[in-house]
């Protein structure tokens, strides 16, 4: 289930500001309260998609630690498709809950 | 880093060795996350364990794969579409501003109108089964309606530089349909070379998903 809105939560990872690889799969993991533990590898095809689409933009950057690394960040085009996306999760997440939330059907 | 992580990042080096540029780039992305995540000198079981979160190399190779793939489908079909117009129009103008063939008799003054005009119809329908097929099932590639749609408009072309000869010779054929002519075929050349991409990257996909 997690695979088909894998490029949403890297969209919305990243909404906080650019980062690097490493630190968007510890932001999925902590902002998800550890539920999303996924294999680390699927993250990279994601970024490299959702670059290719023109959602995200990349370059190396070389911090003081002196070890290159590429740092992603949201275009303007990825923040109205995180706007779009979230906008139909938040429908989607609501249907869901009503007709699965245990909530007693009405008679 | 050396051992079990310097052995992963070589086979990720190595999957995706078709695209050099593409090798580099990830395995310099994964070399910076393994030394985010290890320490200085880690040993070979963390080295291990990392490697076991990040998953099969060939998997994350895969995914990389698959999704050139679907961008060279996609370019695919803009180039196909495009060929198709420039196509319709050629063959629109060797219709109305050349002499009909004559056809006393002769079986190429009957049968190049008539490849000209099916031919490219059967490409229109290819591409029309395209364009369905990639709103019904995004996710599919569709590499044998584009080379149907390639071998119509390939066939049409043909058929269209037979009939501006026969019909009028080159040296007496109106310019607007000689360049006409010319601009379809060169379209139609990049969409061979498009699809040949496309057959090439499908190829890869799918024989690095059934490893």
Sequence with gaps: ????????????????????????????????????DLPEGTVYPALHRLEAAGLLASEWVVPP?????????????????????????DRFAAGVSAVVGGRPWPA | MAGVIEAYLAEVTELLGHDPALAERL????????AEMLSEAPSEDEQREAVARMGPARD????????????????????????????????????LWLPPLDSDGALAGALVPFVDRWAFVVAMLACAGWLIGRVRRPNARRGRW???????????????ILRIWLAAGWAEAPVLVVAATAGECLVVGLLMAQALALRRSLQRAARLAGL
């Design chain 1, 65 to 89: 630690s002196g070890r290159k690394r590429r740092v992603y960040a949201l275009t303007p085009a990825g923040h109205e498709a995180l706007k779009a996306r979230r906008s139909l999760w």
């Design chain 2, 60 to 95: 994350i190779a895969a995914g990389l794969l698959a999704d050139r793939a679907d961008s060279t489908a996609e370019r695919t079909g803009a180039v196909l579409v495009t060929a198709l117009v420039a196509t319709f129009i050629a063959m629109r103008l060797r219709s």
């Design chain 2, 27 to 34: 395995a310099e992305e994964l070399a910076d996350h393994f």
């Design chain 1, 1 to 36: 289930m997690l695979k088909g809105h894998l490029d949403t939560i890297v969209l919305a990872a990243l909404e906080a500001g650019p980062a690097h690889g490493y630190a968007v799969i510890e932001a999925i993991r902590a902002r998800s309260g550890e539920t999303f």
């Design chain 2, 146 to 160: 584009a080379a149907v749609a390639l071998a119509g408009l390939c066939a049409s072309v043909a058929a269209g």
